[in-house]
């Protein structure tokens, strides 16, 4: 299944279909936890399953965990019964640290179980694609060297975040290859921390990185979607339209009328109802609202598709996200 030409037909089309990042609230209609289903594989393909089945979703998506690549470096993980997973502490804080940090084989942490459940997942959806959900290269190395303290090393000692982040591509490269090896369409990278760099400080710390996957993985027929929901956004487009990513997502910190008005036909934008605000705290008529106004100011681009701005939490109500499917009926 070709993602790129179908994302393409769908955002060209006068009746559009969404594509939002959904996923861990299957966790409420499957009677487990958070925690629980981030440790299964067959847990998370079920849940990968029943979005694409019970939803109109364009495409299936796996878990957004964030964690699971800084896992495999050895970061700790903060795990809570129904809250996803997060990193805590610091694995990188100076040269020597960076330097003697490995590149994990595959089988460290819970990186292959992830790729089961899309494995599995795959073989049960036969009508729609599936994207696999990945973290990208600068968030990766802000979780190993911690969120707050990779922006002091990237002025005072860049060359050992470069270091920190030549190694997550590496991995990440590698990850990502076992998913389409397993299945998957497309990858969803999420790059949120490169959000709040500047364009110059994006050009250095994550374009190139990012380049360096969407070389390694994207081709004819498999999709890199590349989300940031950092309010920086609109003024790296430059930087991170040179990506070459097959399309990108942009979270509700940004105005998506002006980003699609700043934005040539030939690149594909998602986005951007607010995960949190409507999905999650909304209503029925709130979420409905918000969607028909995203619509009207974005739907008439040929190059749109409709999406959360970014993961849709887990308690998020279910009768909030069929109301924000129901906008593209009819």
Not at 135 to 154: H, K, N, Q
Not at 163 to 174: F, G, N, P, S, W
Not at 253 to 271: C, F, R
Not at 275 to 282: H, I, S
Request: net charge negative; charged share 20%.
């Amino acid at each position: 299944m070709n993602i790129r030409n179908l994302l393409w037909e769908v955002a060209r089309s006068d009746r559009k279909q969404a594509l939002p990042i959904l996923s861990f609230p299957a966790a409420q209609k499957l009677g487990v936890s958070v925690e629980e289903l981030v440790k299964s594989a067959d847990l998370q393909a079920q849940a990968i399953v029943l979005v694409a089945k019970e939803t109109p979703t364009l495409a299936g998506i796996s878990l957004m965990d964030l964690s699971v690549e800084a896992e495999a470096f050895g970061a700790q993980v903060r795990f809570a019964r129904n809250e996803v997973p997060a990193i805590v502490g610091q694995l990188v804080s100076d040269a020597d640290e960076a330097n003697a940090l490995e590149v994990p084989q595959l089988s460290a942490g819970r990186a292959m179980l992830c790729v089961e459940a899309v494995r599995k997942a795959k073989a049960a959806i036969t009508d729609k694609p599936l994207l696999a959900g990945m973290i990208g290269p600068y968030s990766l190395a802000g979780r190993l060297c911690d969120v707050t303290e990779i922006m002091y090393l990237c002025f005072d000692e860049p060359e050992t975040v470069h270091t920190v982040l030549d190694k997550a591509t590496c991995y990440l490269i590698r990850y990502g290859q076992a998913m389409k090896d397993a299945g998957a369409d497309g990858i969803m990278m999420a790059e949120p921390l490169a959000g709040i760099l500047s364009p110059d400080m994006a050009a250095d710390f994550s374009v190139p990185y990012v380049q360096r996957i969407i070389a390694a993985l994207q081709d004819e027929d498999f999709a890199v979607i590349y989300h940031n929901c950092g309010n920086a956004v609109p003024q790296m487009l430059d930087e991170l339209y040179s990506q070459g990513a097959a399309a990108y997502h942009f979270g509700n910190a940004v105005n998506m009328a002006q980003i699609m008005a700043s934005t040539p036909e030939d690149i594909l934008v998602m986005g951007n109802i607010d995960p949190a605000g409507q999905f999650a705290g909304g209503t029925e008529e709130s979420i409905t609202a918000a969607t028909r106004e995203l619509m009207k100011t974005c739907g008439r681009y040929p190059n749109f598709i409709p999406s959360s701005g970014c993961d849709i939490p887990a308690h998020a109500s279910w009768k909030n996200i069929h109301a924000f499917f129901k906008v593209f009926e009819g």
